[in-house]
């Protein structure tokens, strides 16, 4: 099968800037896949030029094996010149910037509209209000629509046709805590619930450790990092943390005994483990030094520290 998306060397440059040099990413089928990097990076490129808004000066589109930028097919010209080849263009849905809505229409009038440009049956409607958790807002006027509300109409608007690619620019972007639980909901379920691949871009590292199955950090104009999320969280390095009545005396108990264990600012150690067995020899072996322990817990670095530390400089 192939990939839901892959993109080869695609390279595009804004007058004397280069934005995207020789990009390269594949977009395994089913995967819920973040898009990182930071501003001015190029991931709002990127998502029009995969979206066929924006043409790029080299390299292929290719979307669920369909090239997005052929000559040989039957091609659809846009307003704004690209030239995308129509049936790679109908196993896309995308959701770029703010949803576009007609506050006065209900969300079933406004998704008939799409049903309409796309061809599609009425039962289209149901189905996707369905998926975005709002059939019972179906009659309901989209002004009346909190913001997340409107967020979910737009997805559902997107997956008008059933889409095999879902494209996101920013989905949480501006929504409150419970808009946000609501998007990282749907759009992880989505593969099972639909088929559907997600594909989105994002400045929120702590949705992509809890939402994204794979991500990739855009640097330069190409891929400089990329990893399945369980593989990178393995591969992170772990820590016990303790609270304890003498730190400087468990400090010394613990290097001592070989452990790579620092004393924080805070007055709390910190000490690198892997096993649970190293774990429970800690608390062993501070309890045989007459160390009492206040507190201990288990830390895993998180996407966010990772990714300041690694890629913001
Ligand atoms: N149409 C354009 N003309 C000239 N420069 C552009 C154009 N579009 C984007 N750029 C430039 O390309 C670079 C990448 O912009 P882009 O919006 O893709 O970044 P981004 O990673 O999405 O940033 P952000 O996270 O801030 O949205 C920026 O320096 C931007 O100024």
Not at 194 to 219: C, I, P, Q, W, Y
Request: include cysteine.
């Amino acid at each position: 099968m192939p990939d839901a998306l892959m993109l080869s060397n695609i390279s595009k440059s804004f007058i004397d800037k280069t934005v995207l040099d020789e990009l390269n990413l594949a977009v395994p089928y089913g995967s819920v896949f973040a898009f990182l990097g930071n501003n001015g990076e190029g991931k709002s490129t990127t998502i029009r030029i995969l979206t066929g808004l924006a043409s790029p000066d080299n390299g292929e589109v290719v979307i669920c094996g369909e090239p997005l930028f052929s000559r040989h097919r039957r091609l659809l010209r846009r307003t704004h010149g690209v030239s995308v080849n129509c049936a790679a263009l109908s196993l896309i849905g995308g959701l770029i910037d703010a949803p576009s809505l007609y506050p006065n229409l209900t969300a079933a009038e406004f998704l008939s509209i799409g049903c309409r440009i796309k061809g599609l049956s009425r039962s289209e409607i149901a189905r996707v209000l369905s998926v975005v958790s709002l059939q019972s807002s179906a009659d309901r006027v989209v002004a009346t629509f909190s913001l997340g509300m409107k967020q979910r109409l737009a997805i559902a608007h997107a997956l008008l046709g059933n889409p095999k690619l879902l494209i996101l620019d920013e989905p949480t972007n501006g929504l409150d805590p419970s808009g946000i639980r609501d998007i990282r909901k749907l759009l992880a379920e989505l593969p099972a619930t639909t088929g559907t691949t997600v594909f989105f871009s994002t400045h929120n590292l702590d949705e992509v450790e809890k939402m994204a199955t794979r991500f990739a950090v855009l640097k330069a104009g190409s891929i400089q990092f990329e990893s399945d999320i369980t593989q990178w969280k393995a591969s992170q390095q772990q820590c016990q943390v303790i609270e304890v009545a003498k730190p400087q005396q468990a400090l010394a108990c613990l290097t001592g005994q070989g452990f790579n264990a620092r004393l924080l600012d805070n007055g709390l150690v910190e000490i690198d483990t892997i096993t649970r067995e190293q774990q429970a020899a800690i608390h062993r072996l501070l309890i045989k030094h007459d160390v009492e322990i206040y507190q201990s817990y288990h830390k895993k670095q998180s996407l966010e520290q990772w990714f300041t530390d690694e890629h913001t400089h």
